[in-house]
């Protein structure tokens, strides 16, 4: 009888527990500004898939949001069960959805590959021994959707007694063969510190790491700074032939601020069938800076990067493989040096939004509304002008402490 009043309380404190935060979602969610975007030019339509995250500033604190399909929901509106799994992407939400027992336990877009027939993963776990030595092992996972049949296994990763640090930067699928592409930390046993780009090949049939190619390697020392990263992929889980890597050189001068070393950084470009590492030297020729394709957006074919140095904003595409720009189209936006930029390419069109003061005056974030422009890749052609606004009349009239903006997605 004692077991069954123990568990009768323990149900009456999760219900009383889950009515609390409702009584609380309530009654911080009414008080809370809805967004949403006035349409300025083009058709309200092409919001449909648009999804942007942010946050409001609800003095003291700020109130996570999102404007899908031209609707805004408030973290505080949420489920609870949503809240406990924090914000997800667009394309992680589909996996979910799709594949929800596969899924169970995985996160991070960038471990995943997927086509038509399998969807893949993998990631590293890392743990230190009592002896204070780093333990690394990739956990892998393949699908194939068809049969529904899963195959998962761990490997450790090859010299990890080198490893101090390893994150996963893409995966392919490629003749059988996973290919995990990582950036490393690696200890040097000295005061210098070196950064390495790696290629593992894993052999899903016989579960075991078959090739660890080391495509890059930077060592430093003292106040110098080496950065290695990736254009930002908009479509990380597809097939993929190409991906750039940028290394960039600087230092910390002990007596003033960092300084890049632009001659001594430079762009390149790994080929998965042909195995080649290359230069990318046409960047200069091209009108297409290192610090553009650095942070540009790539999609497997193109890069297409923001060019911000005349009166209006410029997308420039780059093509991977004869590496010359193909396109450059203007935007009709004005640039205003002071304010960040997020920007997204999906179905030949890229959805470019003006968000956030970068040199805010008195912590006030917003000097203007966000502006939303969506145009054809093509063409430049604007299909889609708008900026924020606040729904409600009477919201208008209380304080309007901001809209923060985080990214933007394309489901």
Request: aromatic share 10%.
């Amino acid at each position: 009888m004692k077991r069954y009043i123990c568990s009768i309380i323990i149900v009456m404190v999760v219900i009383l527990s889950i009515g609390t935060y409702y009584v609380k979602v309530a009654s911080s969610a009414s008080g809370l500004p809805m967004y949403t975007f006035k349409t300025l030019e083009g058709s309200s339509k092409e919001l449909d898939p648009v999804i942007i995250n942010g946050s409001h500033e609800a003095n003291p604190y700020f109130e996570s949001l999102t404007i899908e399909s031209n609707q805004t929901t408030y973290s505080s509106e949420k489920s609870y069960f949503e809240n406990l799994t924090g914000r997800q992407d667009a394309q992680m939400r589909r996996l979910m959805k799709e594949h929800r027992s596969f899924m169970r336990g995985k996160d991070f877009i960038d471990s995943f590959y997927e086509d038509s027939d399998f969807l893949a993963y993998a990631s590293v776990n890392e743990d230190f021994t009592k002896s204070g030595k780093m333990e690394s092992e990739f956990a892998i996972a393949l699908l194939e959707k068809k049969s529904e049949d899963e195959t998962s296994f761990n490997i450790e990763l090859p010299d990890q007694e080198r490893i101090m640090n390893t994150s996963i930067r893409d995966v392919q699928l490629i003749h059988s063969k996973l290919q995990v592409l990582t950036t490393n930390d690696v200890n040097s046993n000295d005061e210098k510190q070196t950064k390495e780009v790696h290629l593992y090949t894993i052999d899903l049939a016989n579960k075991k790491v078959i090739g660890d190619k080391t495509l890059l390697s930077e060592t430093y020392n003292g106040n110098d700074q080496v950065e290695v990263g990736m254009p930002i992929d908009v479509a990380p889980t597809q097939s993929n032939n190409m991906i750039l890597i940028s290394v960039i050189k600087g230092v910390n001068h002990e007596d003033g601020p960092y300084e890049e070393k632009p001659k001594e950084s430079k762009l390149l470009s790994y080929h998965y069938e042909t195995e080649k590492l290359e230069t990318v030297n046409g960047s200069e020729k091209e009108s297409l800076s290192l610090d553009m394709a650095r942070s540009g957006y790539v999609d497997g074919k193109n890069l297409y990067a923001v060019d911000t140095k005349s009166d209006k904003y410029h997308i420039k595409t780059f093509d991977l493989s004869s590496q010359k720009i193909t396109k450059d189209i203007e935007l009709d936006l004005a640039v205003h040096k002071n304010e960040e930029y997020f920007a997204t390419v999906k179905n030949g069109s890229v959805y470019f939004l003006l968000g956030n003061d970068r040199y805010p005056k008195e912590m006030e974030y917003k000097t203007k509304p966000p502006r939303l422009l969506i145009a054809d890749l093509k063409t430049g052609k604007t299909l889609y002008k708008g900026e924020t606004v606040i729904q409600s009349a009477e919201q208008k009239k209380t304080k309007n402490l901001g809209f923060y903006v985080e990214n933007i997605e394309v489901k």
